[in-house]
């Protein structure tokens, strides 16, 4: 059933707090269910992802438990099969889980969601074969099983990762523990999901690994067992967007709390894409401010490093005073289509957006209200709540799919708006 989004009669003025980030997340379990002694995690994400990456940990032998809502405690186990692991729809623990696997003693078959057996893993898979692990697929992709022996042999590996960064990162982030370690090189069209990777290495060098990542499209990462940790994770970034963005579609203020000065993603990149538009970006000792002016202005944008964030921009820059350019937009071939998702979104409103070679050009002009097809991604689910906190009469077509990264969205949208 579609969901009304509320309109905001009044700037808003509130504190979010934001769960934190997903991909922080995900690749501290990873790092952790490697390491000697026990890590913890502060500020975990409470999304989907998160909670599939964790059960799944568990079946192949680690220890995860919650001591409250905001932290996460992780004992690695000799991790062992047979098992079967469900990844639903999350492609981090699709991609993530099975290089650990090949770790583990005994067999341990992966599946999820008939979405995700679309995904195309064979450069992932072919390279795990070539590093010494045994895959089992008939489709390239999901389902499959690795049949583990309770170590890796490792070596040197290539891959087209262009499809999505994340098996790369699968690979990085369980390397250190193969016999001879981890050399990967991505071969293949530029691979856009350069940020994800970059966070990747430095998770890995804050736990201890040594890897040279000097070379353009490849990673050098010495064998050596890490100790574990305590991670302090970031408020996800993705989720804090659509909050940020109320700010300026609203002429008000939204204050974020543990919002790092110096981070592990790219924050300073969304951070100049706001001030882009106008508003007014803090830090201050509760974490970040950003105040909007009275109607956002229209921007040139660079939004290389922030493509999941695409949609709320785009939103931004449809509620502007002027057309904007959102430029260094790329299309990953397997991933979903944030960019003809916008577009159509946009559209459905009255909306003015072409597609330029490597981005959009948005011209504001009035919307009017009307179905925001979200696609059942959440990214698009965000931006089609900030169009409706300017345009009344705006219905997401599924507001479900925003549980991937913030469960209670809906909830938390109305408490903002309540102040």
């Not at 692991?85 to 992966?110: H, K, M, N, Y």
């Not at 195309?120 to 795990?128: I, K, S």
């Not at 979903?336 to 979104?345: F, K, N, Y």
Request: neutral net charge.
């Amino acid at each position: 059933m579609p969901w009304a989004t509320p309109t905001a009669n009044q700037p808003v003025d509130t504190t979010v707090p934001v769960p934190g980030s997903k991909s922080m997340t995900a690749r501290a379990l990873l790092l952790a269910a490697i390491s000697m002694g026990p890590s913890t995690l502060q500020f975990p994400s409470e999304s989907r992802d998160s909670v599939v990456l964790a059960r799944g940990l568990r079946a192949m032998g680690c220890h995860v438990s919650s001591a409250d809502d905001e932290q996460w405690l992780l004992r690695p186990r000799p991790l062992a099969g047979p098992v079967r692991v469900d990844t639903e729809l999350s492609g981090a623990a699709t991609r993530f889980l099975p290089p650990l696997a090949g770790l583990a003693s005994g067999p341990i078959s992966f599946d999820g969601d008939p979405v995700l057996r679309q995904a195309r893993l064979e450069p992932q898979l072919a390279a795990m074969s070539s590093l010494g692990i045994r895959v089992d697929s008939a489709t390239g992709g999901l389902p499959l099983t690795v049949h583990g022996v309770g170590h890796v042999p490792g070596g040197a590996v290539s891959l087209d990762s262009s499809a999505s960064s994340q098996m790369v990162s699968g690979l990085l982030l369980v390397g250190a523990d193969f016999d001879q370690g981890l050399r990967v090189r991505h071969e293949g069209p530029p691979l856009a999901g350069t940020p994800h990777v970059e966070l990747t290495v430095t998770m890995l060098r804050a736990a201890g690994a040594a890897i040279d990542a000097s070379v353009p499209d490849s990673w050098e990462l010495r064998p050596g067992r890490l100790t574990g940790r305590a991670w302090t994770i970031e408020p996800d970034l993705v989720a804090a967007a659509p909050f940020l963005a109320a700010a300026m579609v609203t002429g008000g203020t939204v204050r974020v709390p543990r919002w790092p000065t110096r981070a592990a993603q790219p924050t300073a990149a969304l951070q100049e894409a706001l001030t882009g538009f106008g508003a007014r970006c803090t830090h201050t000792t509760d974490g970040l401010v950003v105040a909007g002016c009275d109607k956002p202005h229209g921007a040139d944008v660079d939004v290389a490093r922030l493509g999941e964030l695409v949609p709320v921009l785009a939103a931004i820059a449809a509620l502007a005073d002027a057309p904007s350019y959102l430029r260094g937009v790329r299309r990953l071939a397997g991933e979903p289509d944030l960019v003809s998702g916008v577009c159509a979104g946009l559209a459905a409103l009255g909306g003015a957006v072409e597609e330029a070679p490597d981005g959009l050009r948005i011209t504001p002009r009035p919307l009017h209200g009307g179905v925001f097809d979200t696609r059942g991604d959440h990214r698009l689910a965000y931006a089609g709540a900030v169009l409706g906190l300017a345009v009344p009469g705006v219905q997401l077509s599924d507001v479900g799919t925003t549980a991937k990264s913030l469960p209670g969205f809906p909830s938390r949208w109305h408490r903002m708006l309540a102040g």
